[in-house]
């Protein structure tokens, strides 16, 4: 059972945008930001967003973050083959002193 | 741009320790957080501790009685041992410089630990 709540899985064609889910609390969203971890198949995760939608160096400009209040959302526009994988949200949780994440959500390229 | 090189032993026999070990190039120890993570088979990723650059440490507590995790300035160097392992362990374990709230922005290219009989 994960702290973070997102949806098991998401899908699209080549071209949409897509949106995934993550739902927290108050000793985590509800003060601290969120951060959204790409995980290709077989490969390490890498950080696609941080403090709820800054991205890193790198990262196109069709990944993009948002939250309120203990909710948020990764959108993925202009879909494409490469960004089939697993996607999985992190906040700082204030009892551990350190991060907890979703789920993750295997996202689908149909 | 930092690169983290894991190292150690893939396969750990059950009660026996699992030690790892993650060298950090092109980037000081200096001012951040070093992180450990696992992933079970299929499962998400969990958060196993960190250390700071000044030596001190923090755990999940789901694992605080068996982990430690240390840092070698010097050698560019943190370390992670859990001991009295089980199946339960058997993961992918990863590495990580963790910038806190702000998440972790390099990672390891991790390491398979199976746990055995």
């Known amino acids: 059972q994960s702290v973070l709540t997102q949806p098991p899985s998401a899908s699209g064609t080549p071209g949409q945008r897509v949106t995934i889910s993550c739902s927290g609390s108050?000793?985590?969203?509800?003060?601290?930001?969120v951060n959204w971890y790409q995980q290709l198949p077989g490969t390490a995760p890498k950080l696609l967003i941080y403090?709820?939608?800054q991205r890193p160096s790198g990262v196109p400009a069709r990944f993009s973050g948002s939250k309120s209040g203990t909710s948020a959302s990764l959108a993925i526009s202009g879909l494409q083959s490469e960004d089939e994988g697993d996607y999985y949200c992190?906040?700082?949780?204030?009892?551990?002193?350190?991060?907890?994440f979703g789920g993750g959500t295997k996202l689908t390229v149909l | 741009q930092a690169q983290l090189q894991q190292s150690g032993p893939g396969l750990v026999k059950a009660s026996e320790t699992l030690s790892l070990t993650c060298t950090v190039s092109?980037?000081?120890?200096?001012?951040?957080?070093w992180s450990w993570f696992r992933q079970s088979p299929g499962k998400g990723l969990e958060w196993i501790g960190y250390?700071?650059?000044?030596?001190?440490?923090n755990y999940n507590p789901s694992l605080k009685s068996r982990v430690s995790i240390s840092i070698d300035t010097s050698k560019s160097q943190f370390s992670l041992k859990l001991n009295s392992v089980t199946a339960a362990d058997t993961a992918m374990y990863y590495c990580?410089?963790?910038?806190?709230?702000?998440?972790?922005?390099?990672w390891g290219q991790g390491t398979t630990v199976i746990v055995s009989a």
């Open positions: 992190s906040a700082w949780e204030d009892s551990l002193d350190g991060p907890v």
């Open positions: 108050s000793s985590n969203m509800g003060i601290y930001t």
């Open positions: 092109g980037v000081s120890l200096r001012s951040y957080y």
């Open positions: 250390v700071y650059y000044s030596g001190s440490a």
């Open positions: 403090s709820d939608n």
């Open positions: 990580s410089r963790d910038r806190g709230n702000w998440g972790s922005d390099y």
